[in-house]
Each structure stands twice: as structure tokens, then as C-alpha cells.
């Protein structure tokens, strides 16, 4: 070309959960069935839709005003009553004036940090989520600056470790929360977002709340908003419909801004966020005009805590499973509905292997494993989708230094979900036991 077309930082765009697809794919075309644990589709997972939700949705379809634009940002009647659910919580309060719909909150997240100056940081958990990590890092031509989120303390944050690198990092202008996370499932206790606030409030930063799964926990665990303990401090959440209706096609996201007259640039950056949406004129109105309806049907609740438990009960089936299998720390999931399965490094080496009769299987694996500077997880999700059939994702490509994989936990059919994971259980020992034969 004449002249580089590719801006810096762009090539740090990465999303393994959906690349891992392609290799998939590979193994599907040779008559292979997968058992697809790469992403959270509900819908993927056999998750049924309420006849009740369906016919909400089809009535808005048979009306001709369901198929013409929305206010820029968001339908009133929607943010109106958004921002009322955010009130009742008691904490920051917020108007219809402050929230602004995006399609879906890849849609939101993008625009995020493309409106922030160049310079600017904004420090996220490691493992992260990696549209968050990609947009970081694309759009500061860098890696991305994040805090460590630690395995061997329920992956609760590691607090000393985001102090001193806000502290010593003054291009750090805000902190990324994910809670309840992607990808661990962890969720955050009321004194650690507190934390969070002691220290956005020294350095004066903005807070980022990614909380599309605030209403998925389970075995008794409830998430705590960001806006019931932000005070008078700037913030911005981020929700959407995706996980929770279930709807993850609607590609439906929303921002909830907190404390917008907080600081001045705080007010530029949420009126230049609704600007660039002016421009795009709308989001999709569907599934926007269907939240009230949907939030506020009478089945609603005992939907979503129906939905809840038997997340639940499949985090305790996954633990039973995988809970004591030497060479891996497990956590137990307490929202969402992923865990992240880290190896013990000390077990992992390069000579490690599953079985794999097929020989067209094998032509494939030795391709792929032909990649350069490969990490030692990300070979062991390779040997297990030639092998096992299954479709996970490496941590190391969570934008983390630890080795391991995310796998969901939203397969309906719970003798389907208990099959898979014992035959993940006998996957990795048998991995971890191919060159290292003192294991058990």
C-alpha cells in the first residue's frame, strides 16, 4: 500500500473465545461433535425462553411503532424506568437523563475508550475479559495496565497490587470493575468495592462498572452495585439483557452514568458519549421497548431465581468434579455463570499429550501446534478439542500470566453438564500424568 493502513495498537484486538471457533470448526467438518464451552450463550446451552417472555416480545413485533427510531438515547419509558430500579438500591441516583443505550455493550465498551484522550490509562482485573483488555490496549497502542485478581484467594483482588500501580502510573485515570467477573466468577464483597472507592477517591479517578451479570449469583451470594457504595465519586455502569433475559442476540447494552456534574471533564466525557450516539441516530428499539414489560411481568423474579439455582447447583456438580484434581487450583463460581480453572505450573511442561486416534485429527493438532511462542494452556485446549471434543478457552488469553481455561456453566441438561465435566476431570489427569507419572 502507499502508506500504512493498520493505526498502532490495533493489532492488540483479540477475542480467542470466538478464534478458537475457527479450529473447532476444523474438527466439526471431519464429523466430530463439539461440546462448546467457549462462550456464554445460553441459548447455545438448550436455556429455554418463557412462553410468557415470547409473547411480550411478539406483541411488540405485530406493532408497526416498534419498527421506527428511537430517542438517541434510549427509549424515555425504558431509562425511566431503569433508572427507578437503580434508585430503589438507595445509593447514587440517577435520572432518564443518565442512561444511554448502545448495541449491546461491546457497542458501549468501544466508545469508552475511544473518547478518552491518548494518554489516559484506565487499569483493569487480570484475568480480564478481553473485549474490555483489547479495547484498552488498542486504543493506547500498548498492553493493557491491569491489577491482579488472585487464585489462590477466591480471585478476590489483589488491593496492594492496584494501590501502587495507580500510584505510580499518573496516566491512570480510572479503574474497571467487572462484577460478578468474567472470567472467574468471582464476586465482589461490599468492603472490596469499597476499597475500590478509598482509592479512586485519593487519586481522584473515574470508576467503570461492568455489571451485566449483577442479578445471576447463586448459593447464596448477592451482588452489591456500584452505585450503593460510589458516594459523590464519577462512575459509569455498565448493564445489559444479554445473559439475563436471556437474549444475547438483541445485542441490548446500557450505560448508567453516576454523579455526572461530579467533575467537569467527567460532564464532557458523558455528553461527548451521548453525542457520538446522536450521530449513529439510535440503538435498536426492540429490545429496549421490552425491558419494562419483561423486568416488570409477575413470573419475572421467580424466572430469574429459578434460572439462579441451577446455575448453582452446576457450580457444586463442577466442584465435586474438579474440586480435588491435583495440578489445579478450583475456586467455586459465585456469579455469572463461567470458572476459571488455573494449573499449578510447577505440573505443566511441553511434552504432555491426550490421546488421539484419528489420524486426520492428529494432521490437524500438528498444525496448530506449529504456532509460535505458544502458552503451555493454550496447548493443553488444542490437545483437548482434538482429543475430548471440547471447546474451551486458555486463560492466557485473558490478558494473564497464569496458565488454565475458562469453561461456562450454562448447559440446561444436567446429566449433559456432569458427562462433560467428568470428561474434562479425566482429560486433565491424564494430560498432567503423561510425563509426570507421580501424579494421581
Known amino acids: 500500500m502507499r502508506t500504512l493502513l493498520l493505526r498502532p495498537g490495533a493489532e492488540e484486538l483479540n477475542y480467542e473465545i470466538r478464534g478458537i471457533v475457527k479450529k473447532a470448526r476444523q474438527v466439526e467438518a471431519l464429523g466430530y461433535e463439539i461440546t462448546w464451552e467457549n462462550i456464554g450463550d445460553p441459548i447455545q446451552k438448550h436455556n429455554i425462553v418463557p412462553s410468557w417472555m415470547k409473547e411480550i416480545v411478539s406483541d411488540l413485533v405485530s406493532q408497526d411503532s416498534t419498527y421506527g427510531y428511537a430517542d438517541s438515547k434510549g427509549v424515555l419509558e425504558t431509562r425511566k424506568f431503569l433508572a427507578g430500579l ?46 474490555h483488555s483489547s479495547a484498552e490496549a ?43 467477573d468474567n472470567p472467574t466468577g468471582m464476586v465482589y464483597p461490599k468492603e472490596v468495592l469499597e476499597g475500590f472507592v478509598k482509592i479512586a477517591k485519593e487519586f481522584k479517578l473515574l470508576l467503570i462498572a461492568d455489571e451485566i451479570y449483577q442479578n445471576i449469583t447463586y448459593n447464596g451470594v448477592k451482588a452489591v452495585a456500584l452505585s450503593e457504595v460510589i458516594g459523590d465519586l464519577p462512575g ?12 444475547p442476540g438483541s445485542r441490548c447494552g446500557w450505560m448508567e452514568f453516576y454523579n455526572r456534574n461530579a467533575s467537569k471533564e467527567f460532564a464532557k466525557f458523558c455528553q461527548t458519549l451521548e453525542n457520538a ?90 498444525g496448530w501446534l506449529k504456532e509460535e511462542n505458544m502458552p503451555l494452556d493454550k496447548r493443553f485446549v488444542y490437545y483437548l478439542l482434538a482429543s475430548a471434543n471440547i471447546c474451551v478457552v486458555p486463560i492466557s488469553s485473558f490478558c494473564s500470566d497464569l496458565r488454565g481455561f475458562r469453561v461456562t456453566l450454562l448447559e440446561e441438561d444436567e446429566a449433559v453438564f456432569r458427562q462433560t465435566f467428568e470428561r474434562l476431570g479425566e482429560a486433565i489427569r491424564f494430560y498432567l500424568n503423561s510425563s509426570k507419572k507421580e501424579l494421581v
Request: a negative charge; aromatic letters at 10%; hydrophobic letters at 35%.
Open 277 to 366: 450516539k446522536m450521530i449513529e441516530v439510535c440503538s435498536t428499539i426492540l429490545p429496549q421497548l421490552s425491558i419494562p414489560k419483561i423486568m416488570s411481568h409477575p413470573a419475572y423474579v421467580e424466572y430469574r431465581q429459578e434460572a439462579n439455582e441451577k446455575i448453582g447447583r452446576r457450580s457444586r456438580i463442577m466442584e465435586e468434579i474438579l474440586g480435588k484434581i491435583p495440578g489445579i487450583k478450583f475456586n467455586p463460581t459465585k456469579g455469572a455463570f463461567y470458572n476459571t480453572v488455573v494449573f499449578d505450573e510447577t505440573y505443566l511442561d511441553s511434552k504432555q499429550f491426550l490421546p488421539i486416534e484419528d489420524s486426520k485429527l492428529q494432521d490437524l493438532l500438528d
Open 86 to 131: 437503580n434508585n430503589q438500591k438507595g445509593g447514587s441516583q440517577i435520572t432518564a437523563e443518565d442512561i444511554l443505550f448502545f448495541n449491546g455493550l461491546g457497542d458501549a465498551i468501544a466508545k469508552v475508550y475511544q473518547f478518552l484522550t491518548p494518554t489516559a490509562r484506565i487499569i483493569g482485573p487480570s484475568p480480564a475479559y478481553s473485549t
Open 138 to 180: 488498542a486504543h493506547a497502542n500498548t498492553a493493557p495496565i491491569t491489577y491482579t485478581l488472585d487464585p489462590n484467594n477466591q480471585w478476590l483482588p489483589d488491593m496492594e497490587d492496584l494501590y501502587n500501580k495507580v500510584k505510580y502510573n499518573p496516566s491512570i485515570v480510572g479503574i474497571l470493575i467487572i462484577n460478578p
Open 236 to 247: 459509569i455502569s455498565l448493564k445489559g439483557i444479554s445473559k439475563e433475559f436471556p437474549w
